[in-house]
């Protein structure tokens, strides 16, 4: 047995450096700190300039109280703050800052020069390299205070060694800036990136002159959150306010949804449970909304002392706070009148009101209807591929799905429904496509009789009639065949280029992904007038362009391999796309069309399912026909 070891009280300088590895984890986080502390100075204006992703430089400039002369050589201390004065305040925190921690730990893993001049005295200065802390200077800096920040994690091989690319971190940066932006609009913000201006906006009254000046043209589509009057006179104090989006504006992620407690920026993530709640059905699956929502409550029901970076705090009464949001965005939405619809985008609020739930019974699909009532009592029978023996029925109607699954399927999702009314009237050319590839499903021989009702193809198949939708089976041969096609993604010259309205945060991701947008197929120009796409894949349509720019640059704000969001939006443009120029019902089609069709059928997985996961094909056994004719026994 080994002795233990005895135990020692660790130094004061190594204590700093367990705690500085919390604080600061890379770049936007110290840009997070040093901003939050403007603001808590009463900074009006902030000008924050970094470059080379802040891992050179981070400046931050302020107008706000400074820092006394005295004082300087305590803030950076551990645990040395003005904003807090006894364990009681703890309990109601109304600064974004009170631990007292970030000027020490940024002081430990960089350069760090503190100059600041109060009013009516004279500059001074402070720099602390890597923990050690120099002497006071003078200084000739303007009222406020300007921290910079040089050579971060320099000293730090190991943390060094794990941060992102430079490109990466400004747009985290970005990130940062604007959700502070959103939430102080009464300060003005710049931010510059390698001496380029990336953001700026000017001190405003109103945070909806704040949201046009990050959001841009989208802000005009927010609305602003409502309460039910029965939430009055609920018990709480806590309140909602704030702007959501209309159903037909939303993101593949929820990163433009920020949430602001007390004016404190927060992680929004526990929240978008209830949001989404409260957009009941309005939202297609994935998609989130964009919103801006301030919660405004005691401050002794949020605890803001949980988290070392305070990006996540706990709330005393959090479900009922969630339920409250998730009734104030379901009012709002329900109690927005309908703008008839110009764009030809997604249908207007009302008319997907909660009166949908009903209409969307009766417009369940015909097939689903047909599968129910053929299915009554009766589970269908399974289906043996191979087995060549005559089944026998049981079933007083022997229709089957011929994946003999249950053929219940959800009725359309309302953004499919909107796929279909949309779809483009122009159909493939079924006689002239590219062949699919090799035979890979072994299907019996299949031999069309027939169209019926110009929708569905009766076929011949061995011992089985069978009818197929002839739209939801050419849907799922296009879908295989834009998916594979590479030279769909291959770019092609626009005609005319197509501008792009982006945000600050798009921009900044935009610069740092533009080899991978380029690998992709796009081409982006920029010009004094903006930014625009020159060259896209061939697939996507002018009026798609924006929207999936939109998308791509939410996607890149993730570290790592783009490739699969990329794989991601190939399957789910082919999904689009292959529904549009699919032949629809009510289309003749001829007896060499059906066989085409047929034949592709056994050179796409899955055949027997369409893209939206309906059934193809209706089976109808020869035995089951017998049965019906009392050919049987
Ligand atoms: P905390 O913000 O939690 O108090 P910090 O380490 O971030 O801790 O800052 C320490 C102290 O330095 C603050 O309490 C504040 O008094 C002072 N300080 C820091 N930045 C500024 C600034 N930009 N303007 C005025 N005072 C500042
Ligand atoms: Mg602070």
Redesign the pocket.
């Known amino acids: 047995m080994s002795t233990p070891s005895r135990i020692k009280q660790l130094d004061e300088r190594t204590i700093g450096h367990i705690a500085a590895g919390e604080v600061v984890e890379r770049p936007a986080q110290v840009v997070k ?2 901003v ?3 603001i ?2 009463g ?1 009006k204006r902030i000008n924050i300039d970094i470059e080379r992703g802040g891992f050179d430089l981070m400046k931050i400039t ?1 107008d ?4 006394h002369e005295d ?1 300087l050589p305590l ?1 950076l201390d551990r645990h ?4 807090l004065r006894s364990e009681e305040d703890l309990a109601s925190i109304g ?1 974004l ?8 730990s940024i002081g430990m893993v960089s350069k760090l020069g503190i100059s ?1 001049r109060p009013p009516n005295s004279e500059g001074r200065k402070i720099v602390m390299d890597n923990g050690d802390k120099g002497g006071i200077e003078p200084a000739g800096v303007a009222e ?2 300007c ?1 910079e920040v040089s050579h971060i994690f320099m000293n730090q091989p190991a943390r060094l060694a794990f941060q992102r690319r430079p490109a990466t971190e400004t747009s985290k940066i970005v990130d940062v800036v604007v959700a502070h932006a959103i939430s102080h609009p009464e300060v003005g913000f710049r931010l510059t990136s390698d001496e380029k201006v990336i953001l700026e906006v000017p001190a405003v009254e109103q945070m909806e002159d704040r949201l046009y000046d990050i959001l841009g043209r989208q802000a005009g589509k927010m609305i602003e959150l409502t309460s039910p009057s029965s939430d009055e006179g609920a018990p709480g104090d806590e309140k909602w306010s704030g702007w959501i989006s209309t159903p037909d504006i939303t993101r593949g992620k929820g990163d433009d949804i920020h949430v602001l407690i007390n004016g404190r920026p927060v992680a929004a993530q526990p929240f978008l449970q209830s949001i989404r709640r409260g957009y009941r059905t309005r939202l297609m699956q994935g998609r989130h909304p964009v919103a801006v929502l301030l919660l405004e409550l005691p401050t002794d029901e949020v605890d803001v002392n949980v988290h070392p970076t305070k990006r996540e705090v706990r709330l005393r009464n959090s479900w009922r706070v969630l339920e409250r949001l998730e009734r104030s965005i379901a009012h709002t939405l329900e109690s927005t009148p309908t703008e008839p619809e110009s764009s030809g985008g997604i249908t207007g609020i009302t008319s997907l009101a909660p009166q949908t739930e009903e209409r969307r019974v009766v417009e369940k699909p015909a097939w689903a209807q047909t599968a129910q009532i053929s299915l009554t009592g009766e589970k269908p029978v399974e289906v043996q591929q191979k087995e060549k023996s005559r089944p026998i029925s049981t079933a007083e109607s022997s229709q089957t799905t011929i994946t003999g699954q249950e053929a219940i399927a959800p009725a359309l999702s309302i953004g499919e429904r909107e796929l279909h009314r949309h779809a483009g009237h122009e159909t493939e050319d079924i006689d002239n496509t590219e062949p699919l590839g090799p035979v890979i499903n072994d299907l019996p021989s299949m031999e069309p009789l027939a169209q019926f009702a110009d929708s569905y193809i009766v076929v011949q198949a061995d011992e089985e009639l069978l009818l197929i939708d002839q739209h939801a089976l050419h849907e799922r041969v296009r879908y295989e065949r834009l998916r594979n096609d590479e030279s769909l993604w291959q770019a092609q010259k626009r005609i005319s280029s197509v501008p792009l309205d982006l945000d600050a945060r798009q921009i900044a991701r935009l610069e740092a992904r533009i080899d991978d947008l380029t690998g992709m197929g796009f081409i982006i120009d920029k010009s004094a007038g903006g930014y625009s796409i020159t060259s896209a894949p061939a697939l996507l349509s002018a009026s798609e362009l924006e929207p999936f720019m939109h998308d791509i640059l939410l996607d890149m704000s993730e570290d790592g391999a783009p490739l699969e969001t990329i794989e991601q939006r190939k399957d789910h443009l082919a999904f689009l796309n292959a529904c549009r120029g699919a032949v629809k019902a009510n289309e003749k089609l001829n007896i060499s069309q059906m066989r085409r069709l047929l034949d592709d059928m056994r050179r796409i997985p899955n055949p027997w399912a369409c893209v939206h996961g309906r059934p193809t094909a209706m089976r109808i056994p020869l035995n089951a026909l017998d049965h019906h004719f009392g050919r049987h026994g």
Do not use: C
């Open positions: 700190e040093l939050e502390n403007s808590d100075a900074a302020d706000g109280s400074g820092i004082d803030s040395a703050t003005s904003k600064t800052g009170f631990r007292g921690e970030a000027l020490a600041s406020g205070t921290i």
